[in-house]
C-alpha cells in the first residue's frame, strides 16, 4: 500500500515569496490534515478535511495560508507571502476506516521542509 | 497554551536500559492517547496508543501505563536498543482521534551501544 506522497521535498524561499506543498494521501482516506512542525516541537495542526470539506482551520493563519482539497483526493497548501517565522516542516497526515469504526492512526508523509530567508 | 506536556526533552540510556517518557494533560474529555515515534526526515508513525478505559497497554518492548485520575501518561521502552534512538511524540485527542490531534514538545532518545 502506497503511503502519504508530499512534495517538494525541500523548499527555500525569500520572505514575502509564495509556495504551494502537495499532498496526495493513502487511497481511500476520507480525512486529511496539515500540519506545521517548527524545529524542535512537536506537530501543531493547521487544517483537517473530511472529503473536500473543512472540518477544523481554527489555527490557520489565514491571512497567508490557504488550503484546498477540490476533489476529496490530494490537496495543496499555500503560503503568501512567507515571513521567517514560516520555516518549518509542513507535514501531511490521512486517517482512515476500519469498516465504520474510526481507527484513530494518522499516517504521515516525509514532509516538505520550507526554509524562508 | 501547551494541551499535552511531555518530558524530559532528551534522554540517553544504555543498551538494554529502560527508557521511560512521562506525559501529562489537562483536557478531561482527551480519549484517545497515541506515541509517534519520528525518525530525522521522516514524518512520524505511531508506536502504540491507549484508551483510557485500561490502565496499561503493552506491544512488544513498548509500554503505555495510564493514570487517569492524575491526567498523566508514560511510555516505556523495556531493553532499549541503537534503533530505537529516535525523537517520541506523547499526543492526546477528543472522539476516540476523530478531533485533532495535540501533540507534546517530544523527547529525544539516544540509545548508546
Known amino acids: 500500500e502506497a503511503g502519504v506522497a508530499q512534495s517538494p521535498r525541500y523548499k527555500i524561499i525569500e520572505k514575502r515569496q509564495s509556495v504551494a506543498f502537495w499532498c496526495n494521501p493513502i487511497?481511500?482516506?476520507?480525512?486529511l490534515y496539515w500540519y506545521q512542525q517548527i524545529l524542535g516541537q512537536g506537530p501543531k495542526l493547521l487544517i483537517q478535511f473530511q472529503n473536500n470539506g473543512v472540518v477544523d482551520d481554527s489555527q490557520l493563519p489565514k491571512d497567508r495560508f490557504s488550503a484546498e482539497r477540490l476533489k476529496g483526493v490530494d490537496s495543496t497548501l499555500k503560503i503568501q507571502p512567507a515571513k521567517l517565522e514560516d520555516s518549518a516542516v509542513y507535514l501531511c497526515?490521512?486517517?482512515?476506516?476500519?469498516?465504520?469504526?474510526?481507527?484513530?492512526?494518522?499516517?504521515f508523509g516525509e514532509g516538505s521542509r520550507l526554509t524562508v530567508l | 497554551q501547551q494541551q499535552v506536556k511531555q518530558s524530559p526533552q532528551s534522554l540517553i540510556v544504555q543498551k538494554g536500559g529502560i527508557s521511560i517518557i512521562n506525559c501529562a494533560y489537562e483536557n478531561t474529555a482527551f480519549d484517545y492517547f497515541p506515541w509517534y515515534q519520528q525518525f530525522p526526515g521522516k514524518g512520524p508513525a505511531l508506536l502504540i496508543a491507549?484508551?483510557?478505559?485500561?490502565s496499561e497497554k503493552k506491544e512488544g518492548r513498548f509500554t503505555i501505563s495510564f493514570n487517569k485520575s492524575a491526567k498523566q501518561f508514560s511510555l516505556h521502552i523495556m531493553d532499549s536498543q541503537p534503533g530505537d534512538s529516535a525523537t517520541y511524540f506523547c499526543a492526546a485527542s477528543r472522539r476516540a482521534g476523530a478531533n485533532n490531534l495535540f501533540f507534546g514538545t517530544g523527547t529525544r532518545l539516544t540509545v548508546i551501544p
Open positions: 497526515a490521512s486517517r482512515g476506516y476500519k469498516g465504520q469504526r474510526n481507527t484513530g492512526e494518522l499516517f
Open positions: 491507549i484508551r483510557p478505559d485500561v
Open positions: 487511497s481511500g482516506h476520507a480525512t
